[in-house]
């Protein structure tokens, strides 16, 4: 999916001719979301207020939200999407219309990335993160995802 040209949002507009652009339109949703999002997340500060949802009570979440402008989610690799689980996220997809938009490897949440992923000093776990990686970048080319994301959380900025 090309990025939009969103030059026309730069319009300057006097009040009167904002509200009257307001009215004139309806905004057509579109909007994604991490599979993340749809189970209590584990937080430092508190035990969850609900149970884990499974992938597929989570996908059964979201699928009622495509009518509501869900248009693409995103899952992590391997413990949100992975081989054992690419049937259910592909009938998903086909029979929703909702789009798998990134596959991101997850290297900020396994005890080994403790000291970092792909900066971790350890030689065996920094090419751990690579291959992951490396199985992350391969799924996002086999599914024709609209980008791919490397999120290092756990090595600084």
């Not at 939200?65 to 259910?88: Q, R, S, V, W």
Request: with cysteine.
């Amino acid at each position: 999916m090309p990025f939009q040209d969103l030059r026309e949002q730069a319009t300057r507009r006097n009040r009167d001719d904002l509200v009257a652009h307001m009215k004139s339109f309806q905004l057509d949703l579109k909007f994604s979301a991490g599979i993340w999002f749809f189970s209590p997340p584990f937080s430092r500060f508190h035990e969850k207020y609900q149970p884990d949802l499974s992938i597929e009570q989570r996908l059964d979440i979201a699928a009622k939200l495509a009518d509501e402008g869900l248009c693409g989610i995103e899952a992590h690799y391997p413990n949100e999407i992975n081989p054992d689980n690419l049937d259910l996220w592909t009938s998903f997809c086909r029979d929703t219309g909702i789009r798998l938009i990134t596959v991101i490897p997850l290297l900020f949440w396994d005890r080994q990335f403790e000291w970092g992923s792909l900066s971790n000093p350890d030689d065996a776990v920094r090419r751990a993160a690579i291959q992951r990686t490396i199985e992350a970048l391969e799924l996002n080319k086999t599914l024709d995802t609209d980008f791919a994301v490397v999120w290092p959380g756990i090595d600084g900025y």
